[in-house]
């Protein structure tokens, strides 16, 4: 096993994070602030989730072909649900007394999403993030079948060759990998409470 596998994971995954973020921020917030089409959304990403990783991989390999672009594309779908949902049950739990103080001091609707009710909530959308991030980590492993490279193809190498210290080298490196992240970003989800809790103590 060599760095490359290791920044090629990494690229795929962290690549993959932000364009789920892009994507799920605005579907949450299309679901709070639209009921028409709440439903829809959050059952749309509800259903995406119990799509086995591998299987959606291969449904998407058959129209795009083979390659990362078809695993980032996958991986972003997977990862839809903890983004999407957080942001909406973020900004559904804000306090209906903020709301109404923003409205009282002649906020319009865009202006108090953008500049009261998303900082609030981001905490929260922030733990979605997290969870989007963690588990792209373990489902890019996937990535190898479909051409995509990464750590994945170091454990299927090793599996198709019976050889243990592959299999453990790459497993021990995802594991590494997915504990670094998941405790850098829960200390930052923890400043961000902290801070929340402070602003609120202050109003």
Excluded: C
Aim: no cysteine.
């Amino acid at each position: 096993m060599n760095g490359t596998m290791i920044l090629e994971h990494l690229y795929i995954v962290l690549l993959s994070v932000a364009f789920t973020v892009v994507i799920g921020l605005p579907l949450g917030v299309l679901a709070y602030m639209k009921k028409s089409v709440r439903a829809a959304v959050l059952w749309t990403v509800d259903i995406l989730q119990t799509v086995p990783a591998l299987a959606l991989l291969g449904m998407i390999m058959v129209f795009l072909g083979a390659g990362k672009p078809t695993v980032m594309i996958g991986l972003v779908l997977y990862s839809l649900l903890p983004v999407v949902h957080n942001t909406y049950l973020g900004l559904s739990d804000i306090e209906p007394a903020i709301k109404e103080a923003a409205d009282g001091m002649g906020m319009s609707r865009t202006y108090r999403l953008l500049h009261v009710e998303i900082p609030i909530a981001f905490p929260v959308i922030f733990t979605g993030i997290r969870i989007a991030t963690v588990t792209s980590i373990g489902v890019a492993v996937f990535a190898t079948f479909v051409g995509g490279g990464g750590l994945g193809s170091i454990i299927y190498r090793g599996i198709h060759i019976q050889n243990m210290q592959l299999i453990l080298s790459g497993t021990l490196s995802l594991m590494a990998m997915a504990v670094l992240f998941d405790s850098g970003m829960a200390y930052i989800e923890k400043r961000l409470y902290r801070r929340g809790t402070v602003k609120s103590d202050k109003h």
